[in-house]
């Protein structure tokens, strides 16, 4: 089992960066990809970003590519999740996830852990 704690959220104006961390502990990091989500007030969790075990292979969700950036440091057990040119649209909940194996995933499903999340308020 792996425990994840996600910090960094908090209130940015539209055009601003922030950047989330997830910390993990328990099972060895690197044995899992990992996953951003979020939740915005009313709507269902969506998928973020994602990036495989070793970091070699990320993907991201239209809505963010090309302003979010996932990485990881497995030496830190620590994955992050960059936001820049965030927009108002981007205020949710969100939170990281673990799945054991190589490979990443956009479905919530596919994965078996979670953090409780952070909140990402962005003002217009």
């Known amino acids: 089992q792996v425990q994840l704690v996600e910090s960094g959220g908090g209130l940015v104006q539209a055009g601003g960066s922030l950047r989330l961390s997830c910390a993990a502990s328990?099972?060895?990091?690197?044995?899992?990809?990992m996953g951003w989500f979020r939740q915005a007030p009313g709507k269902e969790r969506e998928f973020v970003a994602a990036i495989s075990r070793d970091g070699g292979s990320t993907y991201y969700a239209n809505s963010v590519k090309g302003r979010f950036t996932i990485s990881r440091d497995n030496a830190k057990n620590t994955v992050y999740l960059q936001m820049n040119s965030l927009k108002p649209e981007d205020t949710a909940v969100y939170y990281c996830?673990?799945?054991?194996?190589?490979?990443?995933?956009?479905?919530?499903?596919?994965?078996?852990?979670w953090g409780q999340g952070t909140q990402v308020t962005v003002s217009s």
């Open positions: 996830a673990a799945r054991a194996g190589t490979n990443w995933y956009i479905s919530s499903n596919e994965y078996a852990y």
């Open positions: 328990g099972r060895t990091f690197s044995g899992y990809a």
